[in-house]
């Protein structure tokens, strides 16, 4: 129960701080969202792909042992 009142908490300030960012800022600057000031929120890490390769030696070099 005292989780939940927690994360209540914050989602009103993180909407309280979220709005008042976004009523001052300039106007080529992106809104903020309240995720932006939510500590308890988990945010996805940037993700960087993968190269694509169709060139199997790799694997063979790191899984095959002459």
Aim: aromatic share 4%; glycine share 4%.
């Amino acid at each position: 129960m005292a989780e939940g009142r927690r994360r209540e908490a914050w989602d009103h300030t993180a909407h309280l701080l979220a709005m008042i960012r976004n009523v001052n800022r300039g106007p080529s600057t992106p809104a903020a969202k309240p995720d932006d000031f939510h500590p308890l929120r988990q945010r996805q890490a940037a993700v960087k792909p993968v190269a694509k390769t169709n060139d199997l030696t790799i694997l063979r070099d790191v899984f095959v042992r002459d």
